[in-house]
């Protein structure tokens, strides 16, 4: 009799410490974790617009394109690179030589024309030599160009003629 009742007892106690204060189901069942309030999205777009340059500085901007890219065209012809790599900087050499020219004036302007010219005449000699047989010649022509245009188109020699 006393092992019924200290039995029932136990499942008793039992009972109500399982229990608790809080129903059965809340007490073990996962809380939800709170979710952090979302920003909402800026659907309005903002252009930004770039600093303007003056024309000393348009003209300095792209004569340090075009000597990087020319110095990095005869590091490419002296050092054996690959023929692509050499077609590339000779294009971005053109394409930053463009812009500059529309910056002087007409007279400067057919001067450096005439290196213009030179230079896509390398640029065919370079695609043209598939296997690299003139590249020490190409160099030569490059540098050529490249002191020409240094020696003409230096900013101090043409900060009087930029439009």
């Known amino acids: 009799m006393k092992s019924k009742i200290l039995l029932l007892v136990t499942i008793c106690l039992l009972l109500v410490t399982m229990l608790g204060c809080d129903a059965f189901v809340r007490k073990f069942t996962r809380k939800r974790k709170k979710e952090a309030p979302k920003e909402e999205m800026v659907l309005v777009p903002e252009e930004y ?12 901007q792209y004569f340090l394109f075009w000597k990087s890219w020319h110095d990095e065209l005869i590091n490419s012809l002296s050092a054996g690179a690959s023929h692509k790599k050499q077609i590339d900087c000779i294009n971005e050499a053109l394409e930053n030589l463009e812009p500059l020219r529309t910056t002087l004036q007409e007279a400067k302007q057919k001067k450096l024309d005439i290196y213009i010219n030179q230079l896509k005449d390398l640029k065919e000699s370079i695609a043209e030599d598939l296997y690299g047989n003139n590249v020490a010649q190409n160099r030569l022509t490059a540098e050529r160009i490249k002191r020409g245009i240094l020696r003409d188109f230096s900013y101090d020699k043409v900060k009087k003629y930029l439009v």
């Open 49 to 60: 617009k770039p600093p303007q340059l003056t024309k000393e500085e348009v003209y300095r």
